[in-house]
């Protein structure tokens, strides 16, 4: 196991190797686009969904095994504790077990966190290619995965959800935040903000990261709001961009 803290890899909108993860993001669409197009039947489906999720579950134990190997693993960056570590399980839950409660946090936790990290990608456990190709399948399949889901099998969210959600994501920092206490991490970026240059990023804790380095409390996370605002922006602005078929399934 590694001690130190793994070097970020951070990709600036534009550059080569953010249109080489756009590359393997657009080829990922198109494979499910055109198996999901051929498929027919209710069991066609289901294999497809239980090859599809398996295989996301291999590239999850690959790449533990890969890290230790490297001698990249460690506490502080590994632990599936991101809201997009949290959407990879529900991800391989859904199209493992069709499991339905799966879907209404993937919803807007993989669509807005899928869509930001591959806008502006910061590899959080190193940057070697299995680390790269691995970030872009799993956070394009975050993405994917519940548009899949809507579109494909009919799955729909509440007009309430996205209320639901974001009251999870509150209920969440705190065992979040106690779990960067004790590992020296920053998970769910609770001690500091991601490094990437995103407009949702506002700010910095006004004394820096007092509470995770010596617990104190005199310090503000100025940048923690703003990320509550803009997800909350993010989630009505879904709600509403699904709204017909939300009405639709109420009726």
Known sequence: MNFLQIEHAVYALGSSGWWGGIGIFSLYVAVIWIAASRLQGEDALRRFEKG??????????????????ADLWNIMDNLELHLCGFSRFLSIFLLLFGWRWAYYPLFFWGIVGGFHSLLTPELTSGDTTYMYIEYYVV????????????????????????????????????????ANYLTGGNYMF???????????????????????????????????????????????LLTGLFWRSIRAAES
């Open 52 to 69: 599809w999720g398996s295989a996301l579950l291999l590239l999850w134990i690959g790449k533990h095994i890969h890290l230790v190997q």
């Open 139 to 178: 956070h394009g399949g975050i993405l994917i995965i519940p548009l899949y889901f809507h579109f494909v099998r009919g799955m729909r969210i509440g007009r309430w959800t996205w209320a639901k959600v974001l009251a999870t994501n509150l209920g969440l920092m705190i065992p979040i935040g106690l």
């Open 190 to 236: 609770l001690c500091s903000p991601p490094k990437v240059e995103n407009p949702m990023i506002i700010g910095e804790w006004v004394d820096g990261m007092r509470v995770c380095v010596d617990g104190s409390f005199n310090a503000f996370p100025i940048y923690l709001v703003g990320f509550l605002v803009a997800g909350t922006a993010h989630y009505l």
